[in-house]
């Protein structure tokens, strides 16, 4: 299940988030929402570290906290994703290791840093709405706004996106499992990264009023577990929840 090399019409997380925030008929992102830049550079550092080519560097006798150690990386065969791969390139480059939060600024070009400004990931919503219009869920053209001409990605195969949509609403309700361990990595991490992407709204819009607020509840739960207890339990991938630590410190 982790290792997604395989050319499937299956999503990345990435590309989840993208399409979870995607107005349908409009094709674009909300203006307003300033949050899924760095979400989607999270998505990337999970991606890498489900497929085995990052992890966390180990906690050490002092346990010291998620948010304190660095990425390392663990295999540089590339992924065949040229975004994963380009991160990947980045961190191989980088010695001494930097922080899961120094990565996600970095990839985001959100950094004082002149340094590190080449480590910026550019145009990543426009990449991704691409792999989605080559898998076939979004089309592309041209809207006019007043002031200028913008690429949008409207949706065409309703199918996946109201799948991911059911995906995630059942993840909480009819298959919740009440334990984040027994949860599929991919599903918690998109639940984790839709959040902090502020798109998760959009994939319960849809449900009734007590159904919303029991996905709702659950989410919260989720996002206050003690995420370096958790990150401690066999069987689990570190680098995962330190991406999430950075997002809910």
């Not at 570290?49 to 992890?55: A, I, K, P, T």
């Not at 380009?86 to 990839?107: F, G, R």
């Not at 989720?222 to 995962?240: I, Q, R, V």
Request: proline share 3%; charged share 30%; aromatic share 6%.
């Amino acid at each position: 299940m982790d290792d997604l090399d395989s050319k499937e019409t299956r999503l990345t997380l990435m590309e989840e988030v993208l399409l979870l925030g995607l107005k349908d008929k409009e094709g674009y992102t909300s203006f307003w929402n300033d949050c899924i830049s760095s979400g989607l550079r999270g998505c990337i550092l999970i991606e890498l570290g489900l497929r085995g080519r990052v992890e966390l560097e180990k906690g050490g006798m002092r346990k010291r906290s998620l948010l304190g150690r660095k990425i390392l990386l663990k295999n540089d065969s590339p992924t065949g994703d040229v975004l994963l791969d380009e991160a990947l390139k980045h961190v191989k480059e980088t010695d001494p290791p930097e922080t899961v939060q120094n990565w996600i600024e970095y990839l985001s070009g959100e950094t004082w840093n002149p340094l590190k400004l080449r480590y910026q990931l550019k145009n990543v919503r426009e990449r991704l709405a691409k792999n989605l219009v080559e898998k076939g869920v979004l089309t592309t053209e041209k809207q006019n706004f007043l002031l200028f001409d913008m690429t949008t990605h409207p949706l065409t195969d309703n199918i996946m996106k109201t799948r991911l949509v059911k995906k995630v609403q059942e993840a909480v309700l009819s298959k919740w499992v009440n334990d984040a361990h027994r949860m599929d990595k991919r599903m918690l991490s998109l639940i984790f990264l839709a959040h902090a992407s502020d798109v998760l709204e959009n994939a319960f819009a849809p449900l009734n009023d007590d159904d919303y607020e029991l996905a709702m509840k659950r989410v919260r739960e989720l996002l206050y577990l003690d995420l370096d207890n958790e990150s401690a339990k066999p069987g689990t991938n570190e680098l995962m929840w330190a991406v999430f630590a950075s997002f809910t410190k």
